[in-house]
C-alpha cells in the first residue's frame, strides 16, 4: 500500500480541522507509533503509509465529534487522499463510529494501538518522568486494570484489537510502549513548534 499524500499535506490537513494540542498530541503519536510497527512487523516499504493513517486518523474529530469517521472520507478528498488511506482511517472507529472493518494487518494495529496510546498517554504523564521512557508493562497493566484511571480509554476496543491481531494483551502492551519510546523525543521537539 502506498499514499502520495505527503506528510507536509497530511500534517496541515490535520491543523486544519484540529487545534487542540491534545489532539494534535495524539495524531502525532498514532503517526509514529504506526511508522515503528511497519519496520517491525516487516512491512518497512510501506511504512510512509501507515504513518499517514495514523497521523489522520482521528482528522474529524475535534471538529465534528458526532460524525466521526463519517466526515472524514470528505476531508481526506481535500488530499487527495486514496481508497485504501480513507478505508484505514475509517476502519480504526469499527463497531464504535464505523461499520468499516479493519481488514489488513494495518488497520488491526491502528484499531489497537489508538486507544492503548490514549491509555498509555495518561499514565506517563502520572509518573514523574512525565516519559515512557521508564514505564514497563506491570506498571501499564495496573493502570488498565484499574477502570477509573484515564476511564475514556476503551479496555474493550484495545482487548480486541489485540485479539483481531490473534496477540495477548502483554505483546500489544510491550511493543506499543516501544513504539511510543522510539518517538518520543521527536514529538516533544514538533509539539514545541506547533
Known sequence: ?????????????????????????????????????????????????????????????????????????????????????????????????????PEHEMEKVLFATDELTGLIGAAVRMRPSKSVMDLEVSSLKKKFKDKRFAAGCSRDVIRQGAKMLGWELDRLFEMTIQAMRACEERIGKEMEEI
Open 1 to 101: 500500500m502506498e499514499t502520495k499524500v505527503t506528510r507536509e499535506q497530511a500534517l496541515n490537513l490535520l491543523k486544519k480541522y484540529n487545534q487542540e494540542p491534545f489532539h494534535l498530541l495524539h495524531g502525532l503519536t498514532v503517526e509514529g507509533v504506526m511508522g515503528w510497527y511497519a519496520g517491525e512487523l516487516g512491512y518497512g516499504e510501506e511504512a510512509h503509509f501507515w504513518s499517514m493513517a495514523g497521523l489522520l486518523h482521528d482528522v474529524d474529530f475535534e471538529k465534528y465529534p458526532e460524525e466521526h469517521c463519517k466526515k472524514a472520507p470528505e476531508l481526506l478528498a481535500e488530499a487527495d487522499a486514496e481508497a485504501e488511506l480513507v478505508h484505514a482511517v475509517c476502519s480504526h472507529g469499527y463497531g464504535l463510529a464505523s461499520d468499516v472493518k
